[in-house]
């Protein structure tokens, strides 16, 4: 139901493109959202896109290069990565997410209520030094 694509190699200081397609209905109902794994780290939530709302909000880490966006004929969200740094390489994923605003610290996390199928395999960022 969502396939994420767009990920590569790049050095710091490069962009990159993430697209992740979803069946209409998780497209058209829920907020959906860019989640990271490194190797050896816990998943984080990087940012979460509303495409009813227009809107997106991001991690501190990321807020200022990465920029989300949503094409609701294609029922895809982007992640356009820019100033990429070694610390994001990760295997990236999208997921329907929720954000909570502690103070305008937003954190990401994976709306879950519903079984949504596999993460799948990611799209593998990696960004060297």
């Known amino acids: 139901q969502l396939q994420a694509s767009g990920g590569g190699w790049v050095q710091a200081g490069g962009s990159l493109r993430l697209s992740c397609t979803a069946s209409?209905?998780?497209?058209?109902?829920?907020?959906l959202g860019w989640f990271r794994q490194a190797p050896g780290k816990e998943r984080e939530g990087v940012s979460c896109?509303?495409?009813?709302?227009?809107?997106?909000w991001y991690i501190d880490s990321v807020k200022g290069r990465f920029i989300g966006s949503s094409d609701g004929a294609k029922k895809t969200v982007f992640l356009q990565m820019n100033t990429l740094k070694p610390e994001d390489t990760a295997v990236y994923y999208c997921?329907?997410?929720?954000?909570?605003?502690?103070?305008?610290?937003?954190?990401?996390?994976?709306?879950?209520?519903?079984?949504?199928?596999?993460w799948g395999q990611g799209t593998q960022v990696t960004v060297s030094s």
């Open positions: 997921r329907p997410c929720f954000v909570v605003d502690y103070s305008g610290n937003y954190r990401v996390f994976v709306y879950n209520r519903f079984d949504f199928g596999s």
């Open positions: 896109i509303s495409s009813r709302e227009g809107r997106s």
């Open positions: 209409g209905f998780l497209f058209d109902e829920y907020s």
